[in-house]
């Protein structure tokens, strides 16, 4: 493998932060069990070319004999490889790939905030049988996606008080892919794209690799501060936004109606476009009021509206959509030519399906999820002490606060207790390490057996007993 993006020896000791170890372990064994964190937590892919031995010595101030010492060990370790004029990059060795346990593995997975297909997909996947059977006399492409699924989605809008017109929808293979295509087509190498901080991982990610900068702008208890967000447009006008307002992944937060004008007022001040994902808008716990409006209703052509099927019906249907103008589509169709040329027809008859026919299913999974994150918050509450949280109205997950900053290193040592969970620095442009999420979509008794786990867990860590287990595997997130 050759090195992708060379990392600059600032930026790795900014991830690597308070690297240094309170014991008696020499400084090259501190610095490599820093680096070997970010491996397993994904924070550095296979094939990240790290810093010159001499750059990252002075960004760390330390000396380039222990930073030599902690590659030497890091490459005997296999997570390190080198090569004469190539310099040095990360490999993951054995089994790096991620994947889902296989079943009957004693392993809780706390990583995906994913809940199962929802009731009654089997059914509709009979009904769709005729629908296909016409269809399969065509060519079956749809870069824009299937007119009948484009007009119930617009009719949601529509509902929700955003008159959309089915030309303003392009079905996507998943949110994730809907934002992908629109950095594609707004965003290049250097353009600045504000993000809050925390934020959805594969966002950040999505951002890193189009070669644009992510700019976080904090999220307090309270959610949004206008203010922060407002001061930050005007001083770096970005190029794009990108804000999840809905249910907010990690925090569960949701932005009260009378701040989204603000929000707008704002954006078409510093000409900057907000990509508004609503992946989460359906996982509405417990709030009991009518939504607020989108934020395209005050911003019109400077917010981009993401939507998706994957937490209302199912995430294995990877169908989600972009809401834009009709020129913004016109583009994001000229942009999805050079990426993919439509997505499944048949998966798209599916959920054009399960949007007539779900509703009385929806409710009874927003019974069911409330009652997870009930579960987990009373076991965390019970096993977990010092762990403080705000119960979210809506969402996946508790974002929850630790009592030290170490969550890089439970999330490593939870995995040798059978539970694979993402660390609060995934979340986030930089530090995090107080924070970690816990995603309720499971089983009650599966929840509060991972409570106990991570419970046990945290003892390691906190008694400073804990391995870095062997395992080389990183950590998916959804
Ligand atoms: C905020 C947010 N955006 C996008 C996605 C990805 O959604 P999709 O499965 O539709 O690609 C997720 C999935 O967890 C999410 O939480």
Not at 181 to 186: A, D, H, K, S
Not at 305 to 312: D, E, F, I, M, R
Request: hydrophobic share 45%.
């Amino acid at each position: 493998m050759w090195p992708r993006e060379r990392l600059s020896a600032r930026r790795l000791a900014t991830l690597l932060g308070d690297w240094r170890g309170p014991g008696a372990r020499s400084g090259a064994a501190d610095l490599a069990a820093g680096v070997r964190l970010l491996v397993l937590d994904g924070r550095l892919p296979a094939g990240t070319g790290l810093p010159a031995e001499r750059e990252l010595a002075e960004a760390l101030g330390a000396s380039r004999t222990m930073v030599g010492a902690a590659l030497r060990r890091l490459r005997a370790d296999g997570l390190v490889a080198s090569r004469q004029g190539s310099g040095s990059w990360i490999t993951i060795p054995g089994a790096a790939i991620p994947v889902d346990p296989p079943p009957g593995a004693d392993l809780i997975d706390l990583a995906r905030a994913a809940p199962g297909a929802i009731a009654g997909t089997g059914a509709a996947l009979e009904r769709v049988r005729a629908p296909m059977a016409d269809m399969i006399r065509g060519h079956g492409y749809s870069e824009q996606g299937l007119p009948v699924l484009r007009e119930q989605i617009a009719e949601r809008y529509a509902a929700r008080g955003l008159p959309t017109d089915p030309d303003q929808i392009v079905v996507t293979s998943g949110a994730h892919h809907a934002f992908v295509l629109v950095l594609r087509m707004l965003a290049g190498p250097g353009d600045r794209v504000l993000v809050e901080q925390p934020t959805y991982p594969n966002a950040l990610d999505a951002i890193r690799a189009t070669g644009a900068i992510p700019m976080p702008v904090p999220l307090t208890d309270e959610g949004w501060q206008l203010d922060d967000f407002e001061a930050a447009l005007r001083q770096t006008a970005p190029r794009l936004a990108y804000l999840i307002v809905d249910f907010h992944n990690p925090t569960g937060l949701r932005m009260p109606a009378e701040t989204r004008p603000r929000l707008a007022t704002a954006l078409r001040r510093s000409r900057t476009t907000a990509v508004i994902d609503e992946t989460l808008i359906e996982v509405d716990l417990d709030s009991g009021e009518p939504a607020p409006p989108s934020v395209a209703a005050f911003a019109g052509d400077r917010a981009i509206t993401l939507g998706s099927a994957s937490k209302s019906h199912w995430g294995g249907l990877r169908l989600g959509w972009i809401r834009a103008s009709h020129d913004q589509v016109h583009q994001l169709l000229a942009a999805r030519n050079g990426l993919d040329l439509g997505s499944s027809v048949l998966d798209q008859l599916l959920l054009t399906d399960l949007l007539r026919t779900s509703d009385a299913a929806l409710a009874a999974r927003r019974v069911e999820l409330a009652r997870g994150r009930d579960v987990l918050a009373a076991a965390v509450t019970e096993h977990l002490p010092g762990w403080t949280f705000r119960l979210p109205r809506g969402g996946l997950s508790l974002w929850c606060r630790l009592p030290a900053p170490a969550s890089t290193r439970l999330a490593v040592a939870a995995r040798n207790f059978g539970v694979r969970v993402a660390p609060g620095p995934r979340f986030g442009v930089h530090g995090l390490e107080r924070w970690m999420r816990l995603p309720y979509p499971l089983p009650p008794d599966d929840l509060r057996e991972a409570v106990r786990r991570l419970a046990a867990a945290a003892q390691t860590v906190w008694s400073g007993s804990a391995e870095v287990g062997e395992s080389a595997e990183t950590v998916p997130v959804a």
